[in-house]
């Protein structure tokens, strides 16, 4: 028996020829490895785009302070997706809470961007910028049994004003010093003027009446008008500038084309 392992006889091949074939079916293997692995990465001009519930520019479909991607929807969402699909770069969304923190994200890491926000001169330099998605009227809003008239906001000083946190227009108020006193979401201000909390409810027009609505708070009106800003998406400065001209092209098209005027009749 001890012959036995000689009984069937294979063909010589050359240990050079082997050893060849070995290295080839390794290679080929890495190579479908690799491949494989980028498949499942985001290419290297994918954004990473944060944004907050702000109706009805931007907003979970479930109403909560979390969503992504399809889950989010709103004015500018709809508007950010188009220009993004006819700049030909890739992305992807998330709805987070609060404000401060998505803010910083997109102000410290390269790749990040945040919508939409009011494009002000102490903020011109720490962003680039893509836009004007679309306005935001600066108003105060009063209960609609109020007595408050005022033509100016230093007639506002005497009020107890309600704020966002970290929004610009408390920012704005606060440099001013009227002291508003900040919620950490911009609809419980409603709740507080209909309770007496506040007097004035300082917040974007027509954000605060959406927001109102889905509180339950109709009828409020408009006390004052006192600044118009502009809203855009504000990118890392880290994002190369040629990324941000081919966004700012898109949203341009988009806007000559009547695009977004199509996109704001949709919601408002």
Same mark, same amino acid.
């Not at 987070?96 to 790749?111: C, D, N, Q, S, V």
């Given at each position: 028996?001890?012959?036995?392992?000689?009984?069937?006889?294979?063909?010589?091949?050359?240990?050079?020829?082997?050893?060849?074939?070995?290295?080839?079916?390794?290679?080929?293997?890495?190579?479908?490895?690799?491949?494989?692995?980028?498949?499942?990465?985001?290419?290297?001009?994918?954004?990473?785009?944060?944004?907050?519930?702000?109706?009805?520019?931007?907003?979970?479909?479930?109403?909560?302070?979390?969503?992504?991607?399809?889950?989010?929807?709103?004015?500018?969402?709809?508007?950010?997706?188009?220009?993004?699909?006819?700049?030909?770069?890739?992305?992807?969304? @998330?709805l987070r809470f609060p404000w401060e923190r998505i803010y910083k994200l997109a102000?410290?890491?390269?790749?990040? =961007?945040?919508?939409v926000m009011a494009r002000l001169p102490d903020r011109e330099a720490l962003f680039?910028?893509?836009?004007?998605?679309?306005?935001?009227?600066?108003?105060?809003?009063?209960?609609?049994?109020?007595?408050?008239?005022?033509?100016?906001?230093?007639?506002?000083?005497?009020?107890?004003?309600?704020?966002?946190?970290?929004?610009?227009?408390?920012?704005?108020?606060?440099?001013? =010093?009227?002291?508003?006193?900040?919620?950490?979401?911009?609809?419980?201000?409603?709740?507080?003027?209909?309770?007496?909390?506040?007097?004035?409810? $300082?917040?974007?027009?027509? $954000? =605060?009446?959406?927001?109102?609505?889905?509180?339950?708070?109709?009828?409020?009106? @408009?006390?004052?008008?006192?600044?118009?800003?502009?809203?855009?998406?504000?990118?890392?400065?880290?994002?190369?500038?040629?990324?941000?001209?081919?966004?700012?092209?898109?949203?341009?098209?988009?806007?000559?084309?009547?695009?977004?005027?199509?996109?704001? $009749?949709?919601?408002?």
């Amino acid at each position: 028996m001890a012959g036995s392992r000689h009984s069937l006889r294979l063909p010589w091949i050359p240990v050079a020829f082997m050893f060849k074939h070995l290295l080839l079916a390794l290679a080929s293997s890495s190579m479908l490895m690799v491949a494989t692995a980028h498949a499942e990465e985001p290419s290297d001009t994918a954004l990473v785009l944060l944004t907050e519930n702000f109706p009805p520019y931007n907003m979970a479909k479930n109403g909560k302070n979390f969503a992504k991607d399809e889950n989010i929807e709103g004015i500018a969402v709809d508007i950010v997706r188009e220009t993004f699909k006819r700049a030909g770069i890739s992305y992807n969304l @998330t709805l987070r809470f609060p404000w401060e923190r998505i803010y910083k994200l997109a102000l410290e890491k390269p790749g990040y =961007g945040v919508f939409v926000m009011a494009r002000l001169p102490d903020r011109e330099a720490l962003f680039k910028w893509v836009g004007p998605i679309g306005p935001d009227d600066w108003v105060l809003l009063a209960k609609a049994d109020s007595k408050i008239q005022l033509d100016s906001l230093e007639r506002a000083r005497r009020y107890k004003i309600g704020a966002y946190k970290g929004d610009a227009i408390a920012q704005t108020l606060e440099k001013q =010093g009227l002291n508003p006193v900040v919620a950490l979401r911009d609809q419980d201000n409603a709740s507080k003027l209909m309770d007496g909390q506040i007097d004035l409810w $300082a917040t974007g027009d027509p $954000a =605060g009446r959406y927001l109102a609505r889905q509180v339950g708070v109709n009828g409020l009106k @408009t006390v004052l008008r006192f600044n118009s800003a502009q809203l855009y998406l504000a990118l890392n400065k880290d994002v190369p500038d040629e990324v941000v001209a081919r966004l700012q092209a898109a949203l341009d098209e988009l806007r000559r084309d009547g695009r977004v005027d199509e996109i704001m $009749a949709q919601y408002l």
